[in-house]
């Protein structure tokens, strides 16, 4: 039998056994409890009355103390052994006083002399059967009590772990604005070091005069009446690190504010996604601007018969006006290629491409213009060559581009050397030219959309500057990669990696 009181409704009747060997008090006795609405049973003897206690538990036992065989003193021994809380009740005669007060000291909870009127027997029973009940509200209190603090116990380090876990940054003041609760995302979007340290100012940790003025004013009476307070906060010397903060303060349910809790979110990319887009925007005006005012000026003089009579002097304006419009146009398509390369709309074929095939195709394409400027093409590819995998248009018109650079930015008579090498994952093709080269500041940024090299020996170069922003956005596109050498003066060389095809690429094509 365990320990506790057992858990049953003080609404349930309450349980009595009466054990002594006179048949008149038992018998009394039960009559006298049953109208009082207990449930009774008795025992003639001691050895009955442990059966009795030990098929079910009682509340309260009578025992009397002078009985043949075993003693009340030796029952009362036993029935405490099986259950320590239960009120027990010596019925002792006059003689027996002192044994009366031994059973008191072995765990009785009060005597009852004989004999006994019913009144005399309800004040006694009914103390005894009172403490059992508060004992009983008591320990149930206590239960709940503990159930309670392992229950805060338990929310607490549940709401830790999930703040912890948290990717946006949680910081949480109290009212006299010192910190007591962050989170790790916190730490690193604050450039803070690790620290289990709480309970000092937000300053001691932080200097930031934003953080520090936003949540101020969430503890504010003020700033305490908005669901949301929003801003954002620069962090270091260079305010590069840019944190959208939201605050508001923590009330309790009667409206008192008893802190304040911040979320931070480092919204740094962001911005620079909106400005890169915004410079691609005006970038993008300002290049379609000059050709079509350089067309609007050919029309308008045309229009005003400025350029006199001279058919031959219209048909030469009109021919600069349509090269002005295909330049706009290439421009166009170029910007077209980049949207459709950032949305991934470009339908890509997985095919095994023999580069031979590839290089021949595109430089065919060029044999004209290199033949124009005289420019030399040698393609050197050995016998047996592993094939790359991918879309054949889309590679072509990188090689193309990449070709037509070679000639575009090389003097007469100049060279441009196609090879190719293979290592265990990737087919290299490689464009070599003795052409201008590029400035080294300007290496970084010629895969940059719209950067143009500018200096003598190109400004009467047309391009748009975007092809070979489009030449790495496809190969990456392939998951290759693109490289560049160059030497101003002496020339470049573009290798781009595309990776080699292998039997089961043809099962996942896509
Ligand atoms: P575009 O040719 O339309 O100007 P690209 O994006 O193809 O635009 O090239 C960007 C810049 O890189 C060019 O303006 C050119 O100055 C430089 N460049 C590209 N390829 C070569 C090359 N093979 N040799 C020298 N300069 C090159």
Redesign the pocket.
């Known amino acids: 039998m365990s320990n506790s009181i057992p858990t049953q409704s003080t609404k349930e009747k309450e349980r009595i056994l009466v054990v002594d060997d006179e048949r008149g008090i038992r018998q009394g006795c039960r009559r006298i409890l049953q109208s009082e609405g207990f449930e009774v049973e008795t025992a003639e003897n001691g050895n009955e009355g442990l059966a009795k206690a030990k098929e079910s538990p009682y509340d309260l036992i009578l025992i009397d103390l002078m009985m043949p065989g075993m003693g009340g003193l030796e029952l009362l021994h036993h029935i405490r052994e099986l259950d320590p809380e239960i009120i027990a009740l010596v019925i002792t005669g006059y003689a027996t006083v002192e044994t009366a007060v031994e059973a008191m000291k072995q765990g009785a909870y009060d005597y009852i002399p004989k004999p006994f009127t019913p009144d005399q027997l309800m004040a006694v029973l009914n103390r005894g059967l009172e403490t059992r009940r508060l004992r009983f509200e008591r320990q149930q209190l206590l239960e709940e009590r503990d159930r309670k603090l392992l229950e805060v116990a338990n929310e607490k380090s549940q709401t830790r772990t999930i703040v912890g876990c948290m990717a946006d940054g949680v910081l949480v003041v109290n009212r006299e604005g010192q910190l007591v609760l962050w989170n790790p995302a916190a730490l690193a979007q604050l450039n803070l070091k690790n620290t289990t340290e709480t309970g000092k100012p937000l300053s001691h940790y932080i200097q930031n005069d934003d953080l520090q003025k936003l949540i101020d004013y969430a503890l504010s009476p003020e700033g305490s009446g908005y669901t949301m307070i929003s801003q954002e906060i620069a962090i270091g010397h260079d305010g590069k690190k840019v944190l959208m903060a939201d605050a508001a303060a923590v009330k309790e349910d009667m409206g008192e504010t008893l802190g304040a809790v911040a979320v931070l979110r480092d919204i740094s990319e962001l911005i620079e996604i909106d400005r890169v887009k915004s410079q691609f925007v005006s970038m993008v005006a300002h290049e379609l601007r000059t050709p079509l005012a350089a067309i609007e000026g050919y029309i308008d003089t045309c229009l005003a018969c400025a350029a006199g009579d001279d058919p031959e002097t219209h048909r030469k304006m009109q021919q600069r006006a349509k090269e002005r419009a295909h330049s706009l146009l290439d421009l166009v398509n170029d910007l077209l290629t980049v949207s459709k390369i950032e949305a991934g709309k470009i339908a890509k074929k997985k095919e095994p491409l023999a580069a031979r095939e590839l290089i021949t195709r595109s430089v065919e394409l060029l044999k004209e213009e290199a033949a124009r400027k005289k420019i030399s093409v040698d393609v050197k590819i050995p016998e047996r060559f592993p094939d790359m995998v991918g879309d054949r248009n889309d590679l072509e018109r990188v090689l193309i581009?990449?070709l037509a650079?070679?000639l575009?930015?090389?003097s007469e008579g100049g060279r441009v050397t196609v090879t190719v090498s293979a290592d265990d994952d990737f087919v290299a093709t490689s464009?070599e030219?003795n052409?201008?080269?590029?400035p080294p500041e300007?290496v970084p940024r010629?895969?940059d959309e719209f950067?143009?090299?500018e200096d003598e020996k190109?400004r009467y170069?047309?391009?748009?500057?975007?092809?070979?922003?489009?030449?790495k956005k496809t190969v990456e596109s392939h998951f290759g990669r693109i490289e560049v050498k160059?030497e101003l003066g002496k020339?470049?060389t573009?290798t781009i990696f595309i990776p080699k095809w292998r039997p089961d690429d043809s099962t996942k094509r896509g």
Do not use: P
């Not at 052409?435 to 590029?438: C, D, Q, R, V």
């Not at 975007?466 to 030449?471: E, P, R």
């Open positions: 581009n990449l650079n070679a575009k930015y090389n464009v030219d052409g201008f080269g590029i300007d010629i895969f950067f143009r090299v190109r170069i047309t391009g748009t500057g975007l092809g070979l922003s489009i030449v160059s020339g470049s573009f």
